[in-house]
């Protein structure tokens, strides 16, 4: 799951405090350098200007005393004192500018002061050329000192010949530097005071930096929200979507599904062209076989490329290609040319899908049926009548031998008719008890012996005999085949408690359940039920399932005979040898009997294929204890090609015919040699 949270503010503000925090302190550093470099500055030029002014005050007295006469060191001082009264630069209140002018060591020039860093500068200053003043700044004892050393430079001779008699020897020539003034100011408080300013610059920026800082990290913030929303409804729309087009859409081939193909239909259908609309069915033939031999992952590469070569054969005529489950595709378009008719289409269709492909080391050559319908035929008025016309000419399709392509026409139509009236006159005839029973004897083999019915549905309507598989058909498709299955589990039981109570002797019934009628969740039930209200011993019923059922509907079936058979009910599989199945498969079902079809019977003959299988499939089910019942059988022939092959059962024309309920009872009683009287008067009885 991708995480749809919001971003939070906790990190971003601490983040921004830290940021403001730095800007602030460096900004407030860089402010507070300022001030004191201006400060020094500022400093520097008031002493340099009080040296200056005390070097004209000694001028003027100088004139005044005549230019030779010395100056007195403390009337010098007494200058210098007097500029230090007026000083220029006070802070709190007080003068902290001084000046001092010490002489050489050793040698009192007014002042007492003894500096060992006096003696060096001085020192400095008289190796020097240009005797430029000395500037430094200390932490002295706890006190900023701001100090300039300007020096005292011999410019007179005057001055030279006094100080060298002073000292009583040749020391100083004309240039020389023979002290220095020192001016020394006291900058503690105004450090302090600015480092007071850089404080408050400090907080100030900080506080004006972190604001700045959290409102734009606000912004980016709700930016950013912004954008996530964005994103998690950008999601969640595609989300939606995806969902949506896995609601409309195959998810194997991408193409639209039933629901939507049947949405479109019917959108078709309110265009005023609707007339044109063409559909066709596309079913591949043998579809399961690639399934079976080469597995799923070829059947489902199969499926894509039908898919896209359905596509390819009918853009131009700009057909939706729809999968509706399976190996089934629907197409709908409008034929409004020649050219897109469904007659010119679907041969384009069938040399598309037919073209050999490959899948890893297997060479497939898909093979397809189509039904085609056109809207402005007979059936075709609505959806769902188009779509009916559509898969009657796909079955007609599939009669006609496969890989073929069958237009709906008046002799499906016809037939259409036909499944529609059949259909709709079904439920009233199960109602109105119009459905007969039959009943066909199945005999052992061996010995010839009765073994059981087969309870067999018979329908006349209109004066016509319809055939079971044609009705069984259409009651499947329209529904009703349950309650068919039901009806005639229901007859043949009662018939065959009251005939059995009558002779005195047990008569086993077979009953067909359709694959449909499994769907029904209460059909273990529903058959419990009909035995109650019947009186039929469960032992004697056999419900017989066909081996497509078995497997297409296996875990209903398996619960549903599960149920029943704690009763005694027991099973059979019919049709045995119609399908593809695996026998090892089917048997899991745990079967009571096999039934062989008649269509494989049919084809028996000493030594071929159908002949082995059938004698080893009797071997197996012998050994398994499963009883063979052999189906279709009509010649003495076939009798003799299974002779030997185990407990068999078998059933046919050879035998009986299917029999009408009247005709049961005589049957019976020749076949266990009751005599006749005895049975009329148990009937009447
Ligand atoms: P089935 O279950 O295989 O039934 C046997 C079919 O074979 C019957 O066809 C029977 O008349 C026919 N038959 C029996 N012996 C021979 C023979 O020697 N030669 C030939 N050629 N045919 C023989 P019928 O009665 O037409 O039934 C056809 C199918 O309809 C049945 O095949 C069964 O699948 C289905 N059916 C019939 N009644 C019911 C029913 O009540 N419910 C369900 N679900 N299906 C039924
Ligand atoms: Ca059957
Ligand atoms: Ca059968």
Not at 382 to 394: R, V, Y
Request: aromatic share 6%; net charge negative.
């Amino acid at each position: 799951m991708t995480d749809l949270t919001l971003p939070s503010l906790a990190p971003e503000k601490t983040k921004t405090l830290l940021w403001s925090i730095a800007i602030a302190l460096g900004t407030a550093l860089i402010f507070f350098a300022v001030l004191r470099v201006e400060e020094n500055h500022i400093s520097k030029h008031e002493r340099l200007q009080l040296v200056e002014m005390t070097d004209s005050f000694v001028a003027v007295f100088s004139d005044a005393r005549g230019e030779d006469s010395p100056i007195p060191a403390h009337f010098r001082r007494l200058g210098i004192e007097h500029f230090s009264s007026t000083g220029q630069v006070e802070r709190d209140g007080r003068a902290n500018t001084q000046m001092r002018m010490p002489g050489l060591p050793g040698l009192e020039l007014g002042t007492s002061e003894d500096d060992p860093r006096l003696s060096e500068v001085i020192a400095e200053f008289s190796d020097q050329s240009n005797h430029a003043p000395v500037h430094e700044q200390h932490w002295e004892n706890g006190r900023l000192i701001s100090r300039t050393l300007v020096p005292s430079i011999a410019e007179k001779e005057t001055c030279v010949s006094c100080h060298n008699t002073l000292l009583g020897e040749e020391v100083f020539q004309l240039g020389d530097a023979m002290g220095a003034y020192v001016v020394e100011r006291d900058m503690t408080a105004n450090a302090l005071a600015d480092a007071k300013y850089a404080a408050v610059w400090f907080f100030g920026s900080l506080a004006v930096f972190w604001l700045i800082g959290f409102r734009e990290h606000a912004r980016n913030l709700h930016v950013l929200q912004l954008k996530s929303q964005v994103k998690i409804e950008e999601m969640k729309n595609a989300a939606d979507a995806k969902e949506k087009f896995l609601l409309s859409h195959d998810p194997l081939t991408g193409l639209p599904n039933r629901k939507l193909f049947n949405e479109h239909l019917r959108d078709c259908f309110d265009l005023p062209e609707r007339n044109t609309l063409t559909a066709a069915l596309v079913d591949l033939d043998d579809f399961k076989l690639v399934n079976d031999t080469m597995g799923h992952a070829a059947g489902d590469a199969l499926l894509v490329e039908v898919a896209q070569r359905l596509k390819a054969a009918t853009r131009e005529v700009d057909a939706m290609v729809a999968r509706l489950g399976g190996d089934e595709f629907a197409l709908i378009w409008n034929a409004r040319n020649a050219f897109s008719l469904g007659a010119a289409v679907a041969p384009r269709m069938l040399a598309q899908v037919t073209r050999p492909m490959e899948f890893e080391n297997w060479s497939i050559t898909p093979k397809c049926s189509i039904g085609l319908a056109c809207a402005d035929q007979g059936m075709g008025q609505t959806p769902s009548e188009l779509l009916k016309a559509a898969d009657a000419a796909l079955y007609s399709a599939k009669g006609l031998g496969k890989n073929t392509y069958q237009e709906y026409d008046k002799v499906i139509d016809a037939c259409m008719q036909r499944q529609k009236t059949i259909a709709a006159r079904l439920p009233d005839a199960i109602r109105n008890d119009d459905i007969r029973v039959a009943l066909q004897p199945q005999v052992n083999l061996s010995n010839r012996q009765f073994r059981g019915f087969e309870a067999l549905a018979r329908w006349r309507l209109d004066g016509e005999d319809i055939s079971p598989d044609e009705f069984i058909t259409i009651a499947e498709s329209s529904g009703v085949v349950k309650d068919l299955d039901l009806y005639v589990l229901k007859k043949a039981a009662r018939f065959a408690r009251t005939l059995s109570a009558d002779m005195g002797v047990p008569v086993p019934i077979s009953v067909n359940v359709s694959a449909k009628s499994f769907r029904s969740l209460s059909l273990a039930e529903d058959i419990q039920d009909i035995l109650w209200t019947t009186g039929f011993d469960p032992e004697l019923l056999t419900l017989e399932v066909t081996e497509t059922a078995a497997m297409e509907k296996m875990e209903a079936v398996q619960a549903t005979m599960g149920a029943l058979r704690k009763q005694g009910v027991r099973s059979a599989l019919d049709d045995f040898g119609t399908g593809y199945s695996s026998l090892a498969y089917l048997l899991r079902m745990e079967f009571d009997e096999i039934k062989i079809d008649r269509e494989f019977v049919r084809d028996i003959h000493a030594g071929n294929d159908n002949h082995i299988l059938v004698r080893h499939l009797a071997d197996m089910l012998c050994q398994l204890d499963i009883d063979l019942v052999v189906e279709g059988i009509e010649t003495e022939e076939q009798i003799a090609l299974l002779h030997g092959v185990g407990n068999r059962v078998g059933q046919g024309y050879l035998f009986s015919r299917p029999l009408e309920l009247e005709d049961v009872e005589g049957y019976l009683r020749t076949a266990l040699n009751l005599p006749e009287s005895a049975a009329q008067t148990g009937t009447k009885g």
